[in-house]
């Protein structure tokens, strides 16, 4: 009867929006239409404080990879070095991106669960002045662990002339940014994560220091040419076909993101995060990262050998058709992580909870039922 009924606590695709969803479903009109300029130059313009940006953002149809390969093929050429923060699987993306343009990728790497420190930072920046470019993951989805871009970015900006590049993909929309007062110089996005989309939107914003450097550059892209999207952004269109119905349900997640206002947004995710900590305290499962560094939007937990994180996520899909996340790479099979972000709020939580207790009953760990949903109810009652 309820097998339509999936619930999704994974770090996206987030679950849509009903009115979203309805704003996705009007009526096709003409991409190069009047009507579809407007509305498209005035989404763009509204995307800006969830940058922290006065500079244009640029709207691309791809997913969040694309707006992380466009960071790097624009700023780059073969031949220069890069330096890459590594902090888990997506920052090991980058540094791929960046090779496959015969660009030098200097991996700055810390444990799986840490967080880059600017002490790092320095250190490596003392040793490779000539780096051009410094790239970090905001939020690291692999291990729920954020990294602290402020505090990277003055570092940078102290020690090197680098351009400061960060993939914030699942996270920007439910976290501060303030790109242009921290001293970033590109910041990208996706849609399927805290902006409560389908996959297929993703977004940049550059800063005037990184269009210095783009407008000296020899383009190596076509569809990833950003010089091309600032053009066509100028005359309110796309250099080439753009997702029309994404446009209509982003114009509408916009609505609904102002009408609740970014403080308060903020405030949501961070009281997601605690509950989600403090039930999992009490379950006395692992989590892989520090408080001080903890996600805003996704929790990873460690069973730590006590129970199996594929049999919980498989009993959480058969008993309740909840789904959470599993491990990646070398992690894989070892940890399971709850997305709590974009259309979500405390009782979601609260429901993901109780069904973890659950269902780490039926598969034989040890747990005391309530344990976890009473410590997240305690957090809740300490911000109602």
Known sequence: MFADKMILRIPGPTPIPPRVQTAMNQPMIGHRSGKFSALFARTAERLKPYFGTKQDVYILAGSGTSALEMGVVNTLQPGDEAAVLVSGAFGERFAKICERYGIIAHRVEVPWGKAVTPELVEAFLKEKPQVKAVF??????????????????????????????????????????????????????????????????????????????????????????????????????????????????????????????????????????????????????????????????????????????????????????????????HLKGKIFRIGHMGYCEPLDVLQVISAIELSLHQIGAPVELGAGVKAAQEVLIAHV
């Not at 699942?170 to 399927?192: F, H, K, R, Y």
């Not at 550059?217 to 600032?230: E, Q, T």
């Not at 308060?264 to 009490?282: Q, S």
């Open 136 to 329: 970090a993951t905001y939020c690291e989805t692999s291990t729920g662990v954020e990294n602290p871009i402020a505090d990277l970015a003055k570092t940078i900006r102290t020690h090197s002339d680098a351009l400061f590049i960060v993939d914030a993909v699942s996270n920007l929309g439910a976290v501060p940014c303030e790109m242009d007062a921290w001293g970033v110089d590109i910041v990208v996005t996706g849609s399927q994560k805290a902006f409560m989309l389908p996959t297929g939107l993703a977004f940049l914003a550059a800063s005037e220091r990184a269009w210095h450097v783009i407008e000296q550059n020899k383009s190596l892209a076509f569809y990833l040419d950003l010089k091309a999207y600032r053009k066509s952004l100028a005359e309110q269109t796309t250099p080439y076909t753009p997702a029309v119905s994404l446009i209509f349900g982003l114009a509408e997640v916009l609505d609904m993101m102002e009408e609740e206002g970014l403080p308060a947004i903020v405030k949501r995710h961070e009281l997601m995060r605690d509950m989600t900590r403090a039930a999992m305290r009490a379950l006395n499962i692992k989590l892989m990262a520090e408080d001080q560094y903890a996600s805003t939007t996704v929790t990873s937990c460690d069973p730590e050998g006590v129970f199996h994180a594929e049999a919980l996520r498989k009993m959480l899909t058969q008993q309740f058709n909840i789904t959470i996340a599993g491990g990646q790479q």
